[in-house]
């Protein structure tokens, strides 16, 4: 397992940008982002194999959000854009060994960040 911490979260309108960053203390070659509405379960949001560099996105987020890595710095991002306020809830950083090609599970995730709240106003 690995730690992983968020940043970045906040409040924003309908229509803006946020970046979440999440540090990881070590590697993982499958590094994902998951969401969490109030009285929601948790959803995947998108995912990066670290060694190929391969992502995927669900499709409610397609062409909106983008997922990108920093290896030498551990660090994942996940660039928001066109936020709607159904994008809102807390946005969870996680990591495993590998990654599914054309799915993400919380299941298959072995470590988990605390969390980081974005909320999204109309």
């Known amino acids: 397992q690995v730690d992983l911490v968020e940043s970045g979260g906040g409040e924003v309108q309908a229509g803006g940008s946020l970046r979440l960053s999440c540090v990881a203390s070590?590697?993982?070659?499958?590094m994902a982002w998951f969401r969490q509405a109030p009285g929601k379960g948790r959803e995947g949001v998108g995912s990066?194999?670290?060694?190929?560099?391969?992502?995927y996105y669900v499709d409610s987020v397609k062409g909106r959000f983008t997922i990108s890595r920093d290896n030498a710095k551990n660090t994942l991002y996940l660039q928001m854009s066109s936020l709607k306020p159904e994008d809102t809830g807390m946005y969870y950083c996680?990591?495993?060994?590998?990654?599914?090609?054309?799915?993400?599970?919380?299941?298959?995730?072995?470590?988990w960040g605390q969390g980081t709240q974005v909320t999204v106003s109309s």
């Open positions: 070590g590697y993982r070659t499958c």
């Open positions: 990066v194999n670290n060694a190929f560099g391969e992502t």
């Open positions: 996680a990591a495993v060994g590998h990654c599914r090609v054309d799915d993400i599970r919380a299941a298959d995730f072995t470590s």
